[in-house]
């Protein structure tokens, strides 16, 4: 799923090109894609943008009269620019957006529809659509201590809420808790003040620095190759594969439709924590610790000259 960094980049793209220009036409392929009756559509047509805006993950397209399109790419949709007005429609585009310079098209891959459309008018509409999270950039250390110890959750779970924090997800979280060499299974409530300090800064230091990245390499080009696994990452992504800090393998654990890698030695203090399947599946085999893995997967290794 885009997130801050993603949304930010597809933003300054988007307000470079469509920011005064008119909207002319709305062409929507799938049922799914609109989750809003008033105002309609048409309602949208022929009306000059005049502002971009971030709201959480969704994309905020403001038009004249003070209606407002939002885009929820969720996990698979992305935006694309076209300069020439196309015909026909990719079979993985939702929708398309002709404005007087360009089309942007609406894509999503896979088989499910998740990706949404509201169109709704003024603050009061974009409040609504708002889960509420603290923007953190924007924040002191006082108020985002007074979200973080709201509830008692692990940090994983807290990064990634939208109720207490905007714009993280999945992949930033991880990279987040591996800048500030904290456990994503650490409780909320049971950080010191250092800890919370050190969350605070790396938060900001990962979100603005993939900003940053992510504004290089797109350039002044349209950004079509978000992705929640980028070059560069130092956990997300990349299990078993090396630490960048201390070369030990990448650990994951795995729930629901989501996972969480992160390095047991520089974020655990050593300790593995228990992937929910596999501890099922291995009850007191689970290993508890580095070591006990690398003896494990020693133990399970063939002898050389031995055949595979």
């Known amino acids: 799923m885009p997130e801050l960094p993603d949304i930010v980049t597809y933003i300054e793209a988007l307000d470079r090109r469509i920011t005064g220009q008119t909207l002319e036409r709305i062409r929507l392929t799938s049922p799914f894609l609109l989750r809003t009756v008033t105002p309609p559509v048409s309602d949208a047509e022929h009306r000059s943008v005049r502002e971009l805006r971030r709201t959480g993950k969704r994309i905020a397209i403001g038009l004249d009269g003070d209606i407002w399109l939002v885009l929820h790419l969720m996990i698979a949709g992305r935006l694309h ?28 891959a896979g088989t499910q529809r998740r990706a949404a459309l509201h169109l709704v008018i003024g603050e009061e509409g974009l409040r609504a659509l708002d889960p509420g999270g603290l923007e953190v950039l924007e924040a002191d250390l006082q108020r985002f201590t007074a979200a973080l110890r709201s509830a008692n959750h692990t940090l994983k779970r807290a990064l990634t809420d939208p109720r207490l924090f905007s714009g993280i997800g999945n992949a930033y979280s991880d990279e987040i808790l591996f800048e500030a060499a904290l456990s994503p299974a650490a409780m909320t409530l ?70 969480a890698n992160y390095c047991a030695r520089c974020q655990t203090g050593g300790r593995l924590l228990a992937d929910r399947a596999l501890s099922r599946l291995l009850h007191q085999d689970w290993p508890s610790t580095l070591e006990e893995l690398e003896m494990l997967t020693a133990k399970k290794a063939p002898v050389s000259g031995e055949s595979s």
Request: aromatic fraction near 10%; proline fraction near 3%.
């Open 81 to 108: 620019w076209k300069e020439r007005r196309e015909g026909a429609l990719s079979k993985r585009a939702l929708a398309s957006f002709d404005f007087s310079n360009g089309t942007l098209w609406l894509t999503e």
């Open 190 to 259: 049971k950080l010191n003040g250092e800890e919370v300090a050190r969350l605070f800064a790396a938060i900001r230091t990962t979100l603005e620095g993939w900003v940053v990245k992510l504004r290089s390499r797109t350039g002044g080009g349209f950004p079509e190759k978000v992705t929640a696994f980028q070059e560069g990452m130092a956990v997300h992504g990349r299990y078993r594969e090396s630490c960048p800090r201390c070369g030990a393998p990448i650990q994951r654990i795995r729930y629901a439709a989501n996972e």
